[in-house]
Structures are given as C-alpha cells and as structure tokens.
C-alpha cells in the first residue's frame, strides 16, 4: 500500500506544489487528511483496483510533505502536497486542476478544505503554448487601450434583466 504521508520528501524543482487548509474530522489525524488529499488528487482511490500493480504508482503519486496548524484555528492544518509533473499533461492548465481541485472536496476524511496556494514550475509552465498572438493584437481588436482587460461570469447566470446585467457588468470594469 502506498504512503502518502511523507514527511521525509524533499521537493524537487520541477515538482507542483500545493498548500491546502485542510480541517479534519474529529478523530482524523491531520497527517491522515494530509494524505488523503495528496491520494484523491493524484493515484488514489477508495477501494483497491486491479489495475493498481500494471504500473510503479510510486512515481506518480501526490506526497503530503508537510502540515502546520494555523495560528488561531485549532482544528484546521496546511497540507503541503507536492506533485510530479509526470502526473500531469504537458500544456493543459485543465487537466492540472482537476487532477489537483477537480475530486477532493467531498470525502469523508475532512470536514472542510481549501486550496489557499499554488506553485507551478517553470519546466511546466513551459509546456504551455500561449496565445496565438498578443496583447497588442487583442486590444486592437477590442479597440480597448490603457486599461486592464478583464473577464468574468456574472452571477446569477440567468434571470437578470438586460438592464441589472448591463449595471453588474459596468460594476465589474
């Protein structure tokens, strides 16, 4: 069985690093919460699968490294999760944060989590394409100049008049 506790892991250069304020349920040692936020988010799963011995998981596998109390807050931790980029498709900020966000906030270990930071390595960084072209050629096409370019989701997402939508996305700018 894999551990992923490991508090002996020295992080690498390349690797993601993830710090999470993770509240355990009572009778969960925050070790415990610790690692099973760095199992779910990366080779874990609740039952053992077949497919389990096809492949050295080891080398894929989330580590909680680290976990610190938050001053003031006795029954939350930060969970310090490191992940290899072997882990993750080259070029997709998608498919990094599913892995990492996407299924880890609903199990029974924790009362509560959040991920509060996130590092992103260079080496995967530069997997990343980028846009097409630059800034230069959106804002000439928005003929928008001197001032950030922002975008967001209004909420609600239905319902709001034309009007009330109009006046929530002048508040945004």
């Known amino acids: 069985k894999l551990n992923y506790y490991t508090p002996d892991y020295e992080t690498k250069s390349t690797d993601i690093l993830a710090?999470?304020?993770?509240?355990?349920?009572?009778?969960v040692p925050p070790e415990?919460?610790?690692?099973?936020?760095?199992?779910?988010?990366?080779?874990g799963t609740w039952t053992t699968v077949w497919t389990d011995g096809l492949t050295s998981l080891d080398r894929?596998?989330?580590?909680?490294?680290?976990?610190?109390?938050?001053?003031?807050?006795?029954?939350?931790?930060?969970?310090?999760?490191a992940y290899p980029l072997d882990l993750f498709e080259e070029g997709s900020v998608t498919n990094m944060f599913t892995s990492i966000v996407g299924n880890v906030f609903g199990f029974k270990a924790l009362r509560a989590?959040?991920?509060?930071?996130?590092?992103?390595p260079t080496a995967y960084t530069k997997t990343f394409q980028g846009p097409p072209h630059g800034i230069q050629v959106e804002r000439d096409k928005l003929n928008k100049y001197g001032?950030?370019?922002?975008g967001c989701t209004i909420k609600p997402k239905l319902g709001l008049s034309a009007k009330n939508y109009g006046r929530a996305v002048y508040e945004c700018l």
């Open 113 to 120: 989590l959040r991920l509060e930071d996130l590092r992103i």
């Open 32 to 43: 415990e919460a610790g690692a099973a936020v760095a199992a779910e988010s990366s080779t």
């Open 60 to 81: 894929y596998k989330g580590r909680c490294y680290h976990i610190e109390p938050v001053a003031g807050e006795e029954t939350q931790f930060i969970a310090y999760v």
């Open 19 to 27: 710090a999470f304020r993770v509240t355990p349920q009572p009778g």
């Open 147 to 150: 001032r950030p370019l922002l």
